[in-house]
């Protein structure tokens, strides 16, 4: 009977297992090394979310021709994920918190689909950075389509991980980044600097 209910419990264990996301934590994404540099970074990062970035929802596609907004922050959990990596990459970054007097501004893209019938999550993602006084780093995206079927309401993050993997490779290992390290990450002048994040918008509290 023992034997019995071992077996009976390692089918139910393949089971779950079966239905569980084979998609790696977000905190298992990590970035590539960048030649000649140990990372992080010594850089202040600030990650900026308006308010409708933050309140923004994910919609799921329940028909051919029906959609639905779910109760899923898209836009938080995007930055979530987003702060979560770029952590890997530079010594401190913040959502929303200009007082950390950061070196480096960046914006997120996210624009996740995931429809009933094929239970797939697709997205297109991205990160813009500048100078904290507003000088162009450079536009790196990236499109990622899940190999496995997927739960929206827990695979939204590991899937920003999965696809901001290699915007985020791409700014660490970009010349204008390698060109601010090699100047030692100057602060930007703080007038400047307090002008060019006042022309980005209201900076909403983030927690």
Same mark, same amino acid.
């Given at each position: 009977?023992?034997?019995?209910?071992w077996?009976?419990a390692?089918?139910?264990?393949?089971?779950?297992?079966?239905?569980?996301?084979?998609?790696?934590?977000?905190?298992?994404?990590?970035?590539?090394?960048?030649?000649?540099?140990?990372l992080?970074?010594?850089?202040?990062?600030?990650?900026?979310?308006g308010? &409708?970035?933050?309140? *923004?929802?994910? /919609?799921?596609?329940?028909?051919? +021709? !029906? $959609?639905?907004?779910?109760?899923?922050?898209?836009g938080?959990?995007?930055?979530?994920?987003?702060?979560?990596?770029l952590?890997?990459g530079?010594?401190?970054?913040?959502?929303?918190?200009?007082?950390?007097?950061?070196?480096?501004?960046v914006?997120?893209?996210?624009?996740?689909?995931?429809?009933?019938q094929?239970?797939?999550?697709?997205?297109?993602?991205g990160?813009?950075?500048?100078?904290?006084?507003?000088?162009?780093?450079? &536009?790196?995206?990236? *499109?990622?389509? /899940?190999?496995?079927?997927?739960? +929206? !309401? $827990?695979?939204?993050?590991?899937?920003?991980?999965?696809?901001?993997?290699?915007?985020?490779?791409?700014?660490?290992?970009?010349?204008?980044?390698?060109r601010?390290?090699g100047?030692?990450?100057?602060?930007?002048h703080?007038?400047?600097?307090?002008?060019?994040?006042?022309s980005?918008?209201?900076?909403?509290a983030?927690?």
């Amino acid at each position: 009977m023992a034997g019995r209910n071992w077996i009976g419990a390692a089918l139910a264990a393949l089971l779950v297992a079966g239905c569980a996301s084979g998609l790696p934590p977000a905190a298992s994404v990590d970035p590539a090394p960048v030649p000649g540099v140990a990372l992080p970074f010594n850089a202040r990062v600030m990650i900026y979310m308006g308010e &409708n970035d933050l309140k *923004r929802k994910m /919609s799921i596609q329940i028909s051919r +021709y !029906q $959609s639905e907004e779910t109760k899923v922050l898209d836009g938080r959990i995007l930055a979530e994920t987003a702060q979560a990596l770029l952590t890997k990459g530079f010594r401190q970054v913040a959502v929303n918190d200009p007082s950390i007097r950061p070196h480096i501004v960046v914006r997120l893209i996210g624009r996740p689909s995931w429809s009933k019938q094929d239970t797939t999550l697709k997205i297109g993602c991205g990160i813009d950075a500048w100078t904290a006084d507003g000088v162009p780093l450079g &536009n790196f995206v990236a *499109r990622w389509e /899940s190999p496995v079927k997927t739960d +929206y !309401q $827990s695979d939204v993050g590991p899937g920003y991980a999965q696809c901001l993997k290699k915007p985020l490779d791409e700014l660490l290992s970009s010349p204008n980044l390698a060109r601010l390290a090699g100047q030692g990450f100057r602060d930007p002048h703080p007038k400047a600097a307090e002008e060019w994040l006042r022309s980005l918008g209201p900076i909403p509290a983030w927690q």
